[in-house]
């Protein structure tokens, strides 16, 4: 099933952050990580909606960085909704906290 992909602006600054954070680290390493998230979140297209729900969200984990993308799936508009990129690193407490202010 292939579905539309919105990227919402929490999420959107969830990447800026992370970009810079990467880009900061080591020359070219936030453009690195920009283009792995992005390529993972089109994947999303056709492969949404099959991950497990943590925090009332889908989570995709990263395959290359200690990141994970939260998402809602929504089969009848045949749409997802990325939601955040959080850093898996940080408490999980916090990230329930950052997903709960975003519904």
């Not at 943590?54 to 045949?78: D, E, L, T, V, W």
Request: with cysteine; charged share 25%.
């Amino acid at each position: 099933m292939n579905f539309q992909i919105k990227i919402s602006e929490y999420a959107k600054t969830d990447l800026k952050l992370a970009f810079e954070f990467y880009e900061k680290q080591a020359e070219n390493l936030g453009k690195y990580f920009f283009d792995n998230i992005i390529a993972e979140i089109e994947m999303l297209s056709f492969y949404g909606c099959l991950h497990q729900k943590f925090f009332g969200y889908h989570r995709m984990i990263s395959k290359k960085f200690p990141f994970a993308i939260y998402y809602n799936c929504n089969k009848q508009k045949k749409e997802i909704t990325v939601i955040a990129i959080l850093d898996l690193r940080q408490n999980p407490t916090k990230t329930y906290h950052y997903l709960k202010d975003r519904k």
